[in-house]
Antibody, heavy 121, light 113 residues
Framework: EVQLLESGGDLVQPGGSLRLSCAASGFTFSSFAMTWVRQAPGKGLEWISVICANNDNTYYADSVRGRFTISRENSKNTLYLQMNSLRAEDTAVYYC??????????????WGQGTLVTVSS | DIVMTQSPDSLAVSLGERATIDCKSSQSVSYSSNNKNYLAWYQQKPGQPPKVLIYWASTRESGVPDRFSGSGSGTDFTLTISSLQAEDVAVYYCQQYYNIPFSFGPGTKVDIK
């Protein structure tokens, strides 16, 4: 059974940093692209970053590029999102998700339960 | 960037009746070399993460009831729930994975009339 367990969400002040982790199990982690999607309170889904499995390329939404870094540690079956220079508008539930293939150009077939990041003074 | 729009914003349908949600992309999400449409539909119930229903515009995910179907090509897509059940109350999102940045539609809320 595929499981994705996010952690690291917290209350942080504007300008602060946070690192989210996503522990994966139930599949061959290194063989699949992984992504982060966020959802502000009461709002829709926003794609923010993806890391491919076939070439480890990474891509970002304009809203987070230069501030957020996605990475993966295949030996630990873990996906990360390093978030710097946080802003109030980054407040959201952050979902870790598995893509259907190794390529980044795949749909999402599994989602974690999400972790809440609140940016406020 | 590809912008996804959905209509309607919300709809209320009687139990057992058909629900139809439209999704449009600002440019084609169809790749001619493989004849695939890079379009997925997700269902999100309150307090839960999204769940994939349809991918490649019309392929139903394993375990998804066959009352859910997807159609369309190019820039225009439709999700149909042929006979609405109480457990289908949710927000439905389309997503394109043809071009980075990937993008979701704003969502359509489905309720029981």
């Amino acid at each position: 059974e595929v499981q994705l367990l996010e952690s690291g969400g917290d209350l942080v002040q504007p300008g602060g940093s946070l690192r989210l982790s996503c522990a994966a199990s139930g599949f061959t982690f290194s063989s699949f692209a992984m992504t982060w999607v966020r959802q502000a309170p009461g709002k829709g889904l926003e794609w923010i970053s993806v890391i491919c499995a076939n070439n480890d390329n990474t891509y970002y939404a304009d809203s987070v590029r230069g501030r957020f870094t996605i990475s993966r540690e295949n030996s630990k079956n873990t996906l990360y999102l390093q978030m710097n220079s946080l802003r109030a508008e980054d407040t959201a539930v952050y979902y870790c998700a598995k893509l259907r293939g190794a390529s980044c150009y795949s749909d999402i077939d599994y989602w974690g339960q999400g972790t809440l990041v609140t940016v406020s003074s | 960037d590809i912008v996804m729009t959905q209509s309607p914003d919300s709809l209320a349908v009687s139990l057992g009746e058909r629900a139809t949600i439209d999704c449009k992309s600002s440019q084609s999400v169809s790749y001619s070399s493989n004849n695939k449409n890079y379009l997925a539909w997700y269902q999100q119930k309150p307090g839960q993460p999204p769940k994939v229903l349809i991918y490649w515009a019309s392929t139903r995910e394993s375990g998804v009831p066959d009352r859910f179907s997807g159609s369309g090509s190019g820039t225009d897509f439709t999700l149909t729930i042929s006979s609405l059940q109480a457990e289908d109350v949710a927000v439905y999102y389309c997503q394109q994975y043809y071009n980075i940045p990937f993008s979701f539609g704003p969502g359509t809320k489905v309720d029981i009339k």
